[in-house]
């Protein structure tokens, strides 16, 4: 595994434990968030990501299942399935593209999602 694929799977699976110190050492200071389906930056820098993914994690049900995984050099693309509560209502896919550094840090990522 390299350590572009290394970033994406450690952030995935502080994700699915709720770690959010776990979570966030994966990104870079300057990390850059862009919901694709709308081309609108959803946050800019560690100050502005971690009070979202804190809200998040207190979400006992959820979970990020990994579909398929593609990695070409810096760059890591996941197809995931995304659990929001017990009975999986609110289930939805989503397409994450990672631009990692050569540091091991993720710096940009880029979200699609649909749902299922």
Known sequence: MTIFEKAAQGQLDAYNARDLEDFMKWYDEDIV??????????FRGKEEMKP?????????YLHCRLKNRMVLHRTVIDHEEIIWNENQQD?????AIYDVGENGLISMVRFTKGKL
């Open 33 to 42: 968030a862009i919901d694709l389906d709308t081309d609108t930056i959803l």
């Open 52 to 60: 979202r993914y804190a809200k998040r994690f207190e979400n006992k």
């Open 91 to 95: 289930t939805f896919e989503a397409i």
